[in-house]
């Protein structure tokens, strides 16, 4: 990138994030192929390399929707908005990422309030082009003010409210992405939606949605949390019932496909389409987590007041994936989507990227990563199961200590019940297993 917007030279160095090279600024540090948290926000042009696997698997989802026709018909277009783009690393990598066969559907819109970083977007895209070409007029039909943004190479830019911008077209892909919560914007998100659309969301309010501050989480989410093991769950489930029944004051019923924590951010991507009668029926899956004395947990959806004191909620209660989709989100399908080739390394280090095999390597681990354990998982996570934290094992079964958690699922397996690893920080076990076998399963595998 050769210029700022004020004309200066722009110092920095160049990243590759997935396939697609990315511009930083001088002030911020080489990223980390294994990034588990919030980095340093040093300005406008930062990138946050934590979010890498939530950017891939937004990838890797768009590429199964038009693959599989699951969002629109196989000669429609796909209309995309990243509400709150900063500079825009997402919406290159759908350009840039997204096979070849299907980018002409593509019509990508990017926005956000910032100047500068909506120009390093620009001038990024210009730098650094998608592999493949697209041109195609905007829009026009789409918008209510056609001049208002800016088209370039199958990527069109606005600088607008997120507000506005989600109200002013039927996108058919929305991801919200803000620094913090997002309850500001879910209401406009939703009523942003075409007809049938898909909704990714992102919340980095962690403390909120855990219930590690209380009174944030109450005044943003309506909600009570434990801070236990099972606080991660609660916090995607949080989150997913409130865009549940955000969605549902619109006349509009969600079907999760992929809801997740993830390090420091809590992601959930859901199908929205209208319906009044699955509107109607949105306190079917919402409800409370209440403890149990053995270590484990049931969901009721009318807990009493002595349930309430040792329960979280209200909570999303019914399944969190879709079991065909997530089931498609594997290692070797990031890799062969997301990961570059020789030649596409070959050609940034021509254009100034520092990569050494060593980088090649840990990229390509950062991308398995990314999806490890979803298709393991996904069968499990899309019907009624039971979370435990493999930590909390010995306790509950009176060992002392836990088998290794392969051990473990071959003994529940053996035993006539699923079992898989939830991906989470945390070594979680996911199993359809009744608690007494998976008790029996501990002491028999130490």
Same mark, same amino acid.
């Given at each position: 990138? #050769?210029?700022?917007?004020?004309?200066?030279?722009?110092? +920095?160095?160049?990243?590759?994030?997935?396939?697609?090279?990315?511009?930083?600024?001088?002030?911020?540090?080489?990223?980390?192929?294994?990034?588990?948290?919030?980095?340093?926000?040093?300005?406008?042009?930062?990138?946050? &390399?934590?979010?890498?696997?939530?950017?891939?698997?937004?990838?890797?989802?768009?590429?199964?929707?038009?693959?599989?026709?699951?969002?629109?018909?196989?000669?429609?277009?796909?209309?995309?908005?990243?509400?709150?783009?900063?500079?825009?690393?997402?919406?290159?990598?759908?350009?840039?990422?997204?096979? *070849?066969?299907?980018?002409?559907?593509?019509?990508?819109?990017?926005?956000?309030?910032?100047?500068?970083?909506?120009?390093?977007?620009?001038?990024?895209?210009? $730098?650094?082009?998608?592999?493949?070409?697209?041109?195609?007029?905007? *829009?026009?039909?789409?918008?209510?003010?056609?001049?208002? +943004?800016?088209?370039?190479?199958?990527?069109?830019?606005?600088?607008?409210?997120?507000?506005?911008?989600?109200? /002013?077209?039927?996108?058919?892909?929305?991801?919200?992405?803000?620094?913090?919560?997002?309850?500001?914007?879910?209401?406009?998100?939703?009523?942003?939606?075409?007809?049938?659309?898909?909704? /990714?969301?992102?919340?980095?309010?962690?403390?909120?949605?855990?219930?590690?501050?209380?009174?944030?989480?109450?005044?943003?989410?309506?909600?009570? +949390? !434990?801070?236990?093991?099972?606080?991660?769950?609660?916090?995607?489930?949080?989150?997913?019932?409130?865009?549940?029944?955000?969605?549902?004051?619109?006349?509009?019923?969600? @079907?999760?496909?992929?809801?997740?924590?993830?390090?420091?951010?809590?992601?959930?991507?859901?199908?929205?389409?209208?319906?009044?009668?699955? $509107?109607?029926?949105?306190?079917?899956?919402?409800?409370?987590?209440?403890? *149990?004395?053995?270590?484990?947990?049931?969901?009721?959806?009318?807990?009493?007041? @002595?349930?309430?004191?040792?329960?979280?909620?209200?909570?999303?209660? +019914?399944?969190?994936?879709?079991?065909?989709?997530?089931?498609?989100?594997?290692?070797?399908?990031?890799?062969?989507?997301?990961?570059?080739?020789?030649?596409?390394?070959?050609?940034?280090?021509?254009?100034?990227?520092?990569?050494?095999?060593?980088?090649?390597?840990?990229?390509?681990?950062?991308?398995?990563?990314?999806?490890?354990?979803?298709?393991?998982?996904?069968?499990?996570?899309?019907?009624?199961?039971?979370?435990?934290?493999?930590? #909390?094992?010995?306790?509950? $079964?009176?060992?002392?200590?836990? &088998?290794?958690?392969?051990?473990?699922? @071959?003994?529940?397996?053996?035993?006539?019940? $699923?079992?898989?690893?939830?991906?989470? !920080?945390?070594?979680?076990?996911?199993?359809?297993? &009744?608690?007494?076998?998976?008790?029996?399963?501990?002491?028999?595998?130490?």
């Amino acid at each position: 990138m #050769d210029e700022a917007e004020t004309g200066e030279t722009v110092p +920095g160095h160049l990243w590759l994030e997935g396939k697609t090279l990315v511009h930083l600024r001088h002030d911020q540090e080489r990223p980390t192929h294994m990034p588990r948290g919030p980095a340093k926000r040093t300005g406008p042009g930062f990138l946050n &390399p934590a979010m890498a696997p939530a950017r891939t698997r937004s990838v890797l989802l768009m590429a199964d929707a038009l693959e599989h026709g699951w969002l629109t018909k196989a000669d429609q277009p796909l209309r995309a908005l990243d509400a709150l783009c900063a500079t825009g690393v997402r919406v290159r990598r759908w350009r840039n990422e997204i096979p *070849e066969v299907h980018q002409n559907r593509l019509r990508i819109t990017a926005n956000d309030l910032d100047t500068f970083a909506l120009n390093w977007l620009k001038r990024s895209h210009n $730098a650094y082009p998608p592999a493949v070409s697209v041109d195609h007029d905007p *829009e026009d039909d789409r918008y209510q003010r056609p001049a208002m +943004g800016e088209m370039n190479n199958g990527i069109y830019t606005m600088q607008n409210d997120a507000r506005v911008t989600l109200l /002013e077209a039927g996108y058919q892909w929305v991801d919200l992405d803000p620094f913090g919560s997002p309850v500001n914007f879910l209401d406009a998100a939703v009523q942003g939606l075409a007809r049938i659309g898909f909704l /990714e969301v992102t919340a980095t309010d962690t403390a909120a949605l855990t219930g590690s501050s209380q009174g944030s989480q109450f005044r943003r989410y309506g909600a009570k +949390g !434990i801070v236990d093991s099972y606080a991660h769950d609660d916090a995607v489930r949080v989150l997913l019932g409130l865009v549940a029944t955000t969605a549902a004051r619109h006349d509009r019923v969600v @079907e999760p496909v992929l809801a997740l924590f993830d390090g420091h951010h809590v992601r959930i991507s859901v199908k929205v389409r209208r319906s009044r009668e699955g $509107a109607s029926r949105v306190l079917e899956n919402m409800g409370w987590r209440i403890r *149990e004395d053995n270590g484990t947990y049931r969901f009721v959806q009318h807990p009493t007041p @002595e349930e309430v004191e040792r329960g979280s909620g209200p909570l999303w209660v +019914g399944p969190l994936w879709d079991a065909d989709i997530a089931g498609r989100i594997t290692e070797e399908r990031a890799l062969s989507v997301c990961a570059p080739t020789v030649e596409e390394v070959a050609k940034g280090v021509e254009m100034g990227l520092e990569w050494s095999e060593q980088d090649s390597e840990y990229a390509s681990r950062e991308l398995r990563r990314s999806v490890r354990y979803i298709a393991d998982a996904a069968d499990l996570m899309s019907r009624d199961h039971t979370l435990y934290h493999m930590d #909390d094992l010995p306790n509950m $079964a009176g060992t002392g200590r836990a &088998p290794k958690m392969e051990v473990l699922f @071959e003994a529940i397996r053996e035993a006539g019940s $699923a079992a898989a690893r939830l991906p989470d !920080i945390d070594p979680f076990l996911v199993t359809d297993a &009744p608690h007494d076998v998976v008790m029996q399963c501990v002491r028999e595998r130490i």
